[in-house]
């Protein structure tokens, strides 16, 4: 079973002598886990990506009341944390950072259908910003955390706050693209 150290990945064998004749030697292998997604794309366009959403959504007039609500005057606050985020998220350098407060602040906010307004935003930002295989990698994020806030919604009193903690613990251990 792989384990972590360093900057390796270190598999030890389980078999007494394994293909490699090893005989119970460890093997290093390249730190690429093989659920990592496919990115085309560098901070430079990570960063166009967020300014091109974070413009949209300000000018959207659906999005306006609940994101003033949301947001406030914090533009340059919601921009950076949307934008580590997608970085932990996307580069999988680390693991998110995630605001319990704000996520329950948002579900109190948003309904299904301003998700959804969000989740289409984001792609079209994505497709006119990034190549269209990392803008389709973008919009499997966003659909996947528009079905999680949307499943949140669909339910109230403890269920919502039990579902809420699990989104909350996913995104915070950065498991956003498993389906476990």
């Not at 990945?9 to 659920?35: L, T």
């Not at 990115?39 to 300000?58: C, G, K, T, W």
Request: charged share 25%.
């Amino acid at each position: 079973m792989p384990r972590l150290t360093g900057i390796n990945f270190i598999v030890v064998c389980p078999a007494r002598v394994c293909d490699a004749g090893c005989q119970w030697r460890r093997h290093n292998f390249m730190p690429f886990p093989p659920f990592a997604p496919s990115v085309y794309f560098e901070e430079a366009d990570l960063a166009a990506l967020v300014a091109e959403f974070s413009e949209r959504v300000r000018r959207s007039p659906a999005l306006r009341p609940a994101m003033d609500r949301l947001v406030g005057n914090q533009w340059e606050e919601a921009e950076a944390a949307t934008t580590a985020f997608l970085r932990a998220t996307l580069f999988l350098e680390r693991r998110p950072d995630v605001d319990g407060d704000w996520l329950a602040k948002s579900i109190r906010t948003l309904d299904a259908t301003s998700i959804d307004q969000l989740a289409d935003i984001l792609l079209d930002c994505a497709l006119v910003v990034l190549p269209l295989h990392s803008a389709a990698v973008v919009a499997e994020v966003s659909d996947a955390l528009a079905r999680l806030l949307k499943d949140v919604l669909a339910h109230d009193g403890v269920m919502r706050q039990r579902l809420l903690f699990k989104v909350q613990s996913r995104l915070a251990a950065g498991a956003l693209m498993s389906s476990v």
